[in-house]
């Protein structure tokens, strides 16, 4: 079987570029970038800041880099990160917060990577007592990969940046799949905007450009990330090519997002009635998991999948996940089903 004949569900990142954006990077005009002169990338930079609010943005080729940026732009080698125990950047960032920012992670216990304001407040340390790490930096993951692609409260964020206000904190958002949460929570980008110091967009994920995201900030922030995208090794040059897929995506992929939310729910209810399931996460977005009985092997209901032609994976024991995107039509949706159905 080749590649294209699978089903994907094991991430929104193995989408590959269609016809028509493959069609809009070849047109697009380019320069070096480094320099600041590649007219396409400064488009999208301006467009995304424009869309929500904020100054100034920076195109980098992956959400880790946009993250990692945010983390050290924020804290001084020493300072405390906070984050939830889910959390992309401590979980799959390499260890990076150490490695790039030298700083140490408060790691909290949310409800499926959803904190509260008064946990933050709780655990922000004294700076007037000085055995501690200096709090600095609250992060948050808007939708929650490791929680199911569930979307955070707006009203508890706005708690949460009044207490960043009061204790002097900054606030990032990773938002790698922000723009499923606004599909699913009818918020706007500005609402965002005017909330964190610093937001990461994915153009990689759902969007299904082929890489590229976004780090949005003041034009402050946005002038020490240049410097540090460089330090990182992610300077690119003729990069308006990529820039381009992203621009594609924000004009024809945001507005579809709620088909894959829908097909995450109809695979839901599908999976609700199998006697070989234990438990399905809430599902607000485009990813899926669920928990296998204790009697079924994750390896195994992996194995028979592939049979299948379909490419699924586990992200613990008995913990399974699939991730909706643009590359998984109406009809790949029914054979999964089917697929999913005959296990057991
Ligand atoms: C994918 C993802 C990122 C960035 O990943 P890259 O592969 O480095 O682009 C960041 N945060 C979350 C929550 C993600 O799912």
Same mark, same amino acid.
């Given at each position: 079987m080749k590649t294209a004949d699978f089903i994907d569900v094991r991430s929104d990142t193995v989408t590959r570029p269609t016809a028509a954006m493959l069609e809009a990077m070849m047109r697009a005009p380019v320069g070096d970038d480094v320099f600041g002169e590649d007219e396409t990338v400064n488009e999208l930079q301006r467009r995304t800041a424009d869309l929500f609010g904020m100054q100034a943005a920076l195109f980098c080729p992956t959400g880790t880099m946009t993250n990692q940026i945010a983390i050290k732009l924020h804290t001084q080698p020493g300072d405390e990160v906070i984050c939830d125990q889910l959390a992309h950047v401590y979980l799959y960032e390499g260890g990076g917060i150490a490695v790039n920012s030298q700083a140490s992670v408060r790691v909290l216990q949310g409800d499926q990577g959803r904190f509260t304001a008064a946990q933050v407040r709780d655990n922000v340390n004294r700076r007037s007592d000085s055995h501690f790490p200096w709090t600095r930096l609250v992060t948050i993951e808007n939708t929650v990969n490791r929680g199911g692609g569930c979307c955070w409260d707006l009203g508890e964020l706005r708690r949460i940046r009044k207490v960043c206000d009061a204790e002097r904190l900054a606030l990032h958002l990773d938002g790698a799949r922000l723009f499923n949460a606004l599909a699913a929570t009818q918020a706007t980008p500005q609402q965002y905007g005017e909330l964190f110091d610093t937001v990461s967009v994915c %153009?990689?994920? &759902? %969007? &299904?450009?082929p890489a590229g995201s976004v780090l949005l900030g003041t034009r402050e922030h946005i002038g020490r990330a240049h410097r540090l995208r460089k330090v990182m090794g992610g300077g690119m040059r003729q990069a308006g090519y990529l820039a381009a897929a992203g621009l594609y995506a924000l004009d024809h992929h945001v507005e579809r997002l709620p088909e894959d939310h829908r097909k995450a729910r109809t695979l839901a209810t599908e999976l609700e009635r199998l006697p070989f399931v234990a438990t399905v996460f809430p599902v607000q977005t485009n990813i899926v998991i669920f928990r296998l009985d204790a009697r079924a092997s994750g390896d195994a209901f992996l194995a028979h999948l592939l049979d299948h032609g379909v490419k699924a994976s586990s992200i613990g024991p008995q913990l399974i996940r699939f991730v909706f995107h643009l590359d998984v039509s109406e009809d790949q949706l029914g054979k999964l089903v089917a697929a999913t159905r005959g296990f057991g």
């Open positions: %153009l990689s994920k &759902g %969007l &299904g450009a």
